[in-house]
């Protein structure tokens, strides 16, 4: 949902990881009103004045109990759901993920985490990770 202030509107800032692992990424099947039932990466809400690396790695191991390393920002969506009262800016970090395999750590959220191939994350995908497919990005296609 957008906050208020006053009279206005404003977006409020998503963040997600794409954990890699053997040739394959981290999702997991959301629970609850906002997308439950949809697949996505790990991730959540920029907290105030938090850096945005430090919120992906609290966002991870929050959901998934895993720890993540060279996080590296990857690209953006702007998903504006008019229909909901809802406008996401979504930032993308891909990450490498601890040894360990992840954990629903937030059940009413999450109700599993699979890895999987790039060109087979399951249907349905949650707005943003359907946002950033639909413009192209695949981690696996470009050189770190």
Known sequence: MSEHVGEKAYPKVGVAAILIRDGKVLVGKRKGLHG???????????????????AVARETLEETGLRVRNAKFVGITNDVQLENSKHYVTLFYKCEPDDGEPVVMEPDKCEEWRWVVWNEIPQPRFFAVKGLLDAGYDPFAEKD
């Open 36 to 54: 439950g039932g949809t697949w996505s990466f790990p991730g959540g809400h920029l907290e105030f004045g938090e850096d945005i690396a430090a």
